[in-house]
Nanobody, 121 residues
């Protein structure tokens, strides 16, 4: 499975962005999907996950209530809607595919290239 993340950019504190991750080369609907983020001096951090059907979602406490993960299996795409952004949300955001369902990066089999989100104060 190949994953292509997009939608990052520069936004002011309190602003919104929607990230997209398009999948190709596999059966998208058979994978759960996750979003992770990373800054250079920290380990990759779990952000959100969604089950293969979209019926189950899970969020890191730091983004709960502000971020929403969703998917469109007909379009082979997973989204991350981010609102009320804070400077500490600044990171490279990665999408990933998992044949199970988890919140740890080692559980994910395929990774996109990342898209940079910068939140200015």
């Amino acid at each position: 499975v190949q994953l292509q993340a997009s939608g990052g950019g520069l936004v002011q504190t309190g602003g919104s962005l929607r990230l997209s991750c398009a999948a190709s080369g596999g059966t998208f609907s058979s994978y759960s999907m996750g979003w992770f983020r990373q800054v250079p001096w920290k380990e990759r951090e779990f952000v959100a996950a969604i089950s293969w059907s979209g019926g189950s979602t899970y969020y890191a406490d730091s983004v709960k209530g502000r971020f929403t993960i969703s998917r469109d299996n007909a379009k082979n795409t997973v989204y991350l809607q981010m609102v009320s952004l804070k400077p500490e949300d600044t990171a490279i955001y990665y999408c990933a595919a998992n044949q199970g369902y988890g919140i740890h990066s080692y559980e994910y089999d395929y990774w996109g290239q990342g898209t940079l989100v910068t939140v200015s104060s």
